[in-house]
Each structure stands twice: as structure tokens, then as C-alpha cells.
């Protein structure tokens, strides 16, 4: 019998080589180019599930359009709601509220599905489970169809993908050497760092000048600013690191504002609330876009207003932020297409 080949699932674009990548960026591109009434059979009596562990506005219905404009079926799940609860840990006895099993969940799933999405919560307590992707990396190993990372702990690769082909739409494609500043910003709450992650490899990868911009304590992790130093250096880009706001906006093209937590604090949350609270002017203002080549703003969104970035922002027209969640439709449709080995993936 055939050996069949194994699932190609999407855990982040660091897994996947330059040309994958390339290919992807390109079909976004073209997806982009056919607008959002482009329908097709691409992937016809082909079926999607989608579970969802957080909540989610962009990810769930531009994957869920995508799935059925390519003429596949999209079913979306979220867990706790209309599901059983669901036991993560191995050898426990399951005596608990959960009654269901990630092994079983997955697995059923994987005999109905041909691709599942799946959108897990970083735990916010455990740094090194979190950077290893642990709960990611339990679905992965009990499916047996592609699993696609709808933002896990670590990583967002949808949210990646539609933000390369953003800026390259938007910059005519001369994105090498050009300045990109990832700046954090205050907000309530530590978030995750799945989106500053993955905004930092991306434009490392499009060889930018990307400047990381952040307070003291709010270091991203050793590991990740590595491999972006390296795949920079690869792509013809550099980056850097300044802790002042102003000096990183001087001379921006692109500025994506983003909020983290400070992982220095990761099981410390009242000294990490504190740290942060100091940061409070931390916050995208026209004064500090003024010092930009007139730079266009994104944000993956949501995004809290006078928080993270001012009304005058991103009610201007150099914010970008709606045509950057516009491209999440037709990054999704590439990465269908990718995982399913459909046209032009198809080997
Ligand atoms: N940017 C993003 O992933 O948005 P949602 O959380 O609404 O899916």
C-alpha cells in the first residue's frame, strides 16, 4: 500500500522552509488580489473543524470564510461551551469536572476532520510549558490530520502571515532594510506573547530593520530574539533593541504596536502588575508618529483605544489596521491550500 505522506501542520513558520514560506506570501497575495467575493471548489468535500480554548473575533470567521469561499465545510467548536470539558494532563485519574480527554477530543475530531484549527491559551504561570508549546504540542501528537495553530502560547502564524503580505502590499514590495518597529505598550492586563513573537520572527524573515522597542523588564524570550537575529541577518535585516520609544519611531515605515507581559515576573503577577503600571505612557501617540517616515500603523487587534494607541492614530490615515485584519482572510485560504497539498502546493 502507498505510504501516505504526514500532515503537514502549520505550529509556526520557523518549521517551514523559506520557499513554503515564500509560496505562502505569494498565494496571500494573489488571494488578496481576487478580493473577498472570490469563491471556489478548491477544496470541495473537504471538512474543517475549528476549536477554540479563547475567544477569538478575526481568527474564527476569517478561517471559517476562507474554509467555505474554497467550497470546503467549517465546523467551529468552543471548548467549555456545548463540549465536554477537557483534561489535558496525562495519567490522571479524571474524577474532575473534565470529562473528556484532549487524546479522545482530538482524535475523534481527527476521524471526522481533514484539517483541525485549533487556538489554545497561554497558561501565563508556567513560562517554560508556555515557550515549549506543551498543550500545542499534546494536540499535534493526537491528531492525524494537519493541525493549524490559530495562536497558541508562543505563536500566531496566521496573524503572521497576513501581516508579511500587509506589509508588502503596502510598502510595494521594497521591505528589505526598511525600518520596523515592534513597540510594546501598556494595558491592563500581561498578555501573551504568541503576537509579538511571531510579528518579530516575520519581519526578521522580510529582512527589515526591526528595532524592538520596550521597557526594561519586558525582554521577549532569549530564544526567540536569536533565531530573529539569525533569520534577519539571513534576509539582509538587523535587529535591535532600545528601551525610549522616541528614538525607536525615528525614521519608521511600519510601527505595530503590541502589548506583553513581562516574563522576568511570569509567577510573580502583583510585582509584574506593578512594573507595568509605570508604563502607562507607553501608548502610540501623533507626536511620536510625527518622528516616523510616515510610518503606517498596525495592530493585530483587539486593540483598547487611548490605551495602546490614540484615537488621532488610528483614525488616521497612516493606520493601517483594518486592511491588516482584511489579509487574515486571504492568508487563511493560502494556509488551507498549503496544508490540504492543493494548487499551486501540490507536489
Ligand atoms: N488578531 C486576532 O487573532 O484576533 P482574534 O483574537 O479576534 O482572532
Known sequence: MEELPPPRHLIDWQYIDDDTWQRCLTRTLEHY??????????????????????????????????????????TTLVAGQGTWQ????????????????IREAIGVLSEYYDALGVRVF???????????????????????????????AFYHPCQALADA???????G????????????AYHPRP????????????????????????????ELDEGVMARAQADAAAHGGRVTVVHDQAEAFEGAAIVYAKSWGSRLLYTA??????????????RVTPELMAR??????????PVRRNVVVDDAVLDSPQAIHLKQAAFRLYAQKAILEYVWHLPPFDP
Open 122 to 152: 497561554a497558561s501565563q504561570t508556567d513560562y517554560v510549558q508556555d515557550r515549549d508549546e506543551v498543550l500545542l504540542r499534546a494536540i499535534v501528537r493526537a491528531a492525524t490530520v494537519p493541525v493549524i495553530n490559530l495562536e497558541s
Open 173 to 184: 514590495g521594497a521591505v528589505q532594510g526598511r525600518r520596523f518597529v515592534l513597540s510594546w
Open 292 to 301: 516616523t517616515r510616515q510610518a503606517a500603523f498596525m495592530h493585530c487587534l
Open 269 to 282: 503577577p502583583d510585582d509584574e502588575a506593578a512594573l507595568r503600571a509605570q508604563h502607562r505612557h507607553w
Open 33 to 74: 488580489r481576487q478580493g473577498k467575493h472570490a469563491w471556489s471548489q478548491a477544496a470541495r468535500h473537504r471538512s474543517l473543524g475549528l476549536l477554540f480554548f479563547n475567544p477569538s473575533l478575526r481568527t474564527r470567521t476569517s478561517m471559517e470564510l476562507a474554509a467555505v469561499q474554497l467550497g470546503a465545510h467549517a
Open 165 to 171: 503580505a500587509t506589509i508588502l502590499e503596502h510598502l
Open 86 to 101: 477537557i483534561e489535558w494532563r496525562d495519567g490522571v485519574v479524571m474524577d474532575g469536572p473534565a470529562a473528556e480527554h
Open 191 to 218: 498578555l501573551p506573547m504568541a503576537v509579538p513573537n511571531s510579528a518579530l520572527l516575520m519581519a526578521a524573515r522580510l529582512g527589515m530593520e526591526v528595532v524592538v522597542a520596550h521597557p526594561p523588564g519586558f
